[in-house]
């Protein structure tokens, strides 16, 4: 089984409804991260937590929020959809370890393919 | 703030050719450096990283040094195979309190039979 995995995969909305995109995670890590994949921009950040109790907003946060329900779940919602958030969005988990999260590695879920029409 | 600049793609070579992918950074201090791989429908693995000027990551025949002097982290393997088709994302990472991964575009590598 994957470690990180992302419900559902596709999915196709109207302008206006209010999405949610699901996250879990087996590997025991307490980071998780929410970014979104546009072709020509790379990844870019919508939000993340450090633990259960840490909700902290990345660079592309409106138009979104989440939830952690768990150490091992992270949602994210799109409360009023609309087309141009039609994109990738993954989830990722890491472990900063010793290091204190300077070197920590991400391990993404498969995606979710979102379009909004 | 921090940004990363990669490579434009696509780039498409033939199996067993040289590969180098260009990536530089600005940042503030000494960051760590990666280079994730997104193979077709699926998400971003993490490749090889480094975390200190003159290292350098490898695995599965790819190479990277972080080059201090020049700020650059740039990707190589000296034959190519198809199965390394995929597109290629350089990352940096700073720390300190706003926790922020930054990737850079990605490129898009080709390799024909």
């Known amino acids: 089984d994957a470690d990180v995995t992302q419900t559902p995969r596709n999915r196709i909305t109207k302008t206006g409804k209010r999405i949610m995109l699901e996250c879990s995670q087996t590997k025991g890590h307490d980071r998780m991260y929410w970014y979104r994949q546009d072709p020509g921009l790379g990844l870019r950040l919508i939000y993340y937590s450090f633990d259960v109790k840490d909700i902290n907003k990345g660079e592309i946060s409106d138009g979104y929020s989440v939830s952690r329900q768990a150490q091992a779940k992270f949602s994210l919602s799109l409360e009023s959809a609309i087309p141009n958030q039609t994109a990738l969005y993954f989830c990722?988990?890491?472990?900063?370890?010793?290091?204190?999260?300077?070197?920590?590695?991400?391990?993404f879920g498969p995606g979710t393919r979102l379009t909004v029409l | 703030g921090n940004s990363v600049t990669q490579m434009e793609g696509p780039v498409t070579l033939s199996e067993e050719a040289f590969l180098t992918i260009n990536c530089t950074y600005t940042?503030?201090?000494?960051?760590?450096l990666f280079w994730y791989v997104q193979y077709p429908g699926e998400g971003l693995q993490l490749l090889l990283k480094?975390?200190?000027?003159?290292d350098k990551g490898s695995n599965k025949g790819f190479e990277a040094t972080y080059r201090k002097e020049t700020t650059s982290f740039h990707l190589e393997k000296g034959s190519v195979q198809v199965s390394d088709s995929a597109v290629y994302f350089c990352?940096?990472?700073?720390?300190?309190?706003?926790?922020?991964?930054?990737f850079g575009k990605g490129t898009l590598l080709t390799v024909n039979p």
């Open positions: 480094a975390t200190k000027a003159d």
């Open positions: 940042a503030t201090g000494y960051p760590s």
């Open positions: 990352a940096s990472y700073s720390g300190g309190s706003n926790y922020k991964l930054t």
């Open positions: 990722a988990t890491s472990d900063p370890g010793l290091a204190g999260g300077h070197t920590d590695t991400q391990y």
